[in-house]
């Protein structure tokens, strides 16, 4: 009887992880991706290498999830500072704005909370189906992964962020950025953005740089 049960466990909790939540994404490896996906400018000894998610494949692919769906742009970058001193990078000197002058747009970084909110699992579906299926056995199961999915999205959202500050003479920094896209400019034909970072070195120059991308598109 106790191996009839056992077996019958085994069966249930198969079932409920075939249809349980899941997060599946990978790490970002500019030297492995298409030289035509990244945007460059390494001018002033403070090199800037940006890879923008344009669609949902990549979207998918990084994130689980279609962000450009949702209004949202991803942008990973990789600096690196060549000079031979330290400069400040904070997030208010970092923007995304539109290449058209006539559609005033512009985009500050978003926080991994509300970035978070549009790749969480649900859990009301999945859970009020497995209870309905094994009799309120596999709504709690359910239920206690999909928060441990959950938490692994915030985690991982929190791991891929780009970090700001100083950077040290001869270091580097990278990691995602994400942007809230508005809906005249994701409805624009042929719509470019501009990602505008500016530097401040120890003297108080400031160091700007703009790297030119298309705008997202819905497949």
């Avoid at 990973?76 to 923007?95: C, D, G, P, Q, R």
């Avoid at 006539?102 to 969480?120: G, N, R, W």
Wanted: hydrophobic letters at 40%; a positive charge; proline letters at 2%.
């Amino acid at each position: 009887m106790k191996k009839f049960v056992l077996i019958g466990l085994i069966f249930l909790l198969a079932v409920l992880a075939g249809g349980c939540a899941s997060y599946s994404t990978k790490f970002v490896n500019t030297a492995q991706i298409d030289n035509s996906k990244l945007v460059k400018d390494t001018g002033n000894d403070i090199s800037v290498v940006a890879f923008p998610i344009l669609t949902e494949k990549d979207s998918k692919k990084y994130f689980d999830e279609n962000l450009i769906g949702e209004k949202v742009l991803a942008v990973y970058m990789s600096i690196l500072n060549n000079t031979s001193e330290e400069i400040k990078f904070v997030s208010s000197n970092l923007s995304v704005q539109s290449d058209n002058k006539k559609l005033t747009f512009s985009s500050s970084p978003l926080a991994t909370e509300d970035v978070y909110k549009y790749i969480k699992r649900s859990y009301a579906g999945k859970s009020v189906f497995w209870m309905s299926f094994t009799y309120f056995v596999g709504a709690p199961i359910s239920a206690a992964h999909t928060k441990s999915v959950n938490n692994k999205i915030e985690k991982d959202l929190q791991a891929k962020m780009l970090k700001f500050g100083n950077i040290k003479s001869k270091e580097s920094t990278q990691g995602f950025l994400w942007f809230r896209l508005s809906d005249d400019l994701m409805s624009e034909q042929n719509a470019k953005l501009v990602l505008r970072l500016i530097f401040e070195q120890n003297n108080g120059v400031l160091v700007g740089k703009d790297l030119l991308f298309p705008v997202p598109t819905v497949d």
